[in-house]
């Protein structure tokens, strides 16, 4: 069966330090693999997708980058955080035969 | 125009009351359509996957697709306060692979 993982759940981070969020899949081979940001009330943000190894689409120019070492391992990254960087981050994907999208618990992040 | 238009709510409504949540897309070249559940502070969870017009019924849950006026919806049948939670519509065309949220409908079953 296909899972996801993704950690940390929760993190608390001081202005100007790194980010490293990770998340895996399981079950299935060369899935897409997407971050998405939700803030409350403003719905899913696509932040970065990938179609293979170390092939990233970035949808929003920000603060952050992604990175695909692995066919099923994708991270978000950050060298400095921001205020603005706080929200809920989504590890996501689509298995490579199908169309469904499929969602990690999410990582919640606040900036301090 | 957005592409999805989804109501946020919040809707609230008494425990056994049948719910109906809607989305309306605008492109056309969409060829299936999904609905997920979200509890708060969790990852939301694929309820329903269709591509045709009509309705996909499981359980307590119906989707009906209505691509003629590019209209979505899901139907909870016999509400429980369990299904309280935020409710998303997504929709795609096959060989994107971007797709398309709604904001989501914040959803109140009152015992």
């Known amino acids: 069966s296909q899972t996801i993982h993704q950690w940390p759940a929760t993190l608390v981070q001081p202005v100007g330090s790194p980010l490293s969020l990770e998340c895996t899949v399981e079950?299935?081979?060369?899935?897409?693999l997407y971050w998405y940001r939700q803030a409350a009330g403003r719905g899913l943000q696509l932040l970065f997708y990938?179609?293979?190894?170390?092939?990233i689409s970035s949808e929003v120019p920000q603060n952050l980058s992604a990175s695909r070492p692995q066919d099923r391992q994708f991270i978000l990254s950050s060298k400095k955080l921001l205020l603005s960087d706080s929200g809920f981050y989504l590890c996501?994907?689509?298995?490579?035969?199908?169309?469904?999208?499929?969602f990690g618990e999410g990582s919640w992040l606040t900036v301090v | 125009q957005k592409e999805v238009e989804q109501d946020p709510g919040p809707l609230s409504v008494p425990e056994g009351a049948i719910v109906s949540l809607n989305c309306t897309y605008s492109?056309?070249?969409?060829?299936?359509f999904m609905w997920y559940r979200q509890y708060s502070r969790k990852g939301p969870e694929l309820l329903m996957y269709?591509?045709?017009?009509g309705n996909k019924e499981d359980g307590r849950f119906t989707a009906q697709v209505d691509k003629s006026s590019k209209y979505i919806s899901l139907f909870i049948r016999d509400s429980q306060p369990s299904d309280s939670a935020t409710y998303l519509c997504?929709?795609?065309?096959?060989?994107?692979?971007?797709?398309?949220f709604g904001t989501g409908t914040r959803l109140t079953i009152i015992p």
């Open positions: 996501a994907y689509t298995p490579n035969s199908g169309n469904t999208i499929y």
């Open positions: 079950g299935t081979s060369n899935p897409n």
């Open positions: 990938s179609v293979g190894i170390g092939q």
């Open positions: 492109n056309s070249a969409f060829q299936y």
């Open positions: 269709t591509y045709s017009s």
């Open positions: 997504v929709v795609n065309n096959f060989g994107n692979e971007k797709l398309t």
